[in-house]
């Protein structure tokens, strides 16, 4: 949520806009109704669904993640029907978390470190489930740092606006971080 959420802001900041159409990765392990128990199921799979998320224009911090986390709390209902209506509806746009462990918690408690990364293997191997998107964001929290990787097509994209949205997502991720622990 913090971590979308700071997206979001540094996103619509950097490109002059109101919202940022992600194609979301998330854990393919939803029930497909009561009967249907997938919590011991073997493997590792993969929901994509196309969400948007929105800013509006004079929303706080507050309303801002509480949106985001709202969307995201509808995110597993709606990939499971969006991929059984075979929809195919995409984004330019790709998403992925990587990592087990939740920013909101153990971020506000003991702080957090955010780095970003040249495109190691781990997030060039991630990518190709994005592939052909222009433009990949990818979070890894390990408990102790918030790595933040982005792919982008160079023929698309700059340089010095890739760095600016990066600069500003690192910033925004910490500024929610910081308010979240001043409210504590």
Not at 120 to 139: C, H, I, K, T, Y
Request: net charge negative; charged share 20%.
């Amino acid at each position: 949520d913090i971590i979308l959420t700071g997206l979001l802001l540094a996103y619509t900041d950097v490109f002059n806009c109101d919202s940022i159409p992600l194609q979301y990765t998330s854990h393919g392990r939803n029930a497909l109704g009561n009967s249907w128990d997938v919590s011991h199921t073997v493997g590792f799979f993969v929901n994509l669904c196309p969400i948007v998320l929105r800013r509006k224009e004079n929303d706080d911090l507050a309303s801002t993640l509480g949106g985001v986390q709202s969307i995201l709390r509808g995110v597993s209902d709606f990939a499971v029907k969006y991929m059984l209506t075979g929809q195919t509806m995409k984004s330019p746009i790709g998403y992925n978390f990587l990592g087990t462990h939740d920013i909101s918690d153990s971020a506000v408690t003991n702080g957090v470190e955010v780095i970003d990364v040249a495109a190691s293997e781990e997030f060039q191997g991630q990518r190709v489930n994005m592939d052909p998107m222009p433009l990949v964001f990818f979070a890894k929290y390990t408990g102790k740092c918030l790595t933040l990787v982005i792919f982008y097509e160079s023929s698309r994209y700059s340089a010095m606006c890739i760095s600016a949205v990066m600069e500003k997502w690192k910033e925004d991720v910490r500024h929610i971080v910081h308010q979240l622990k001043s409210q504590e």
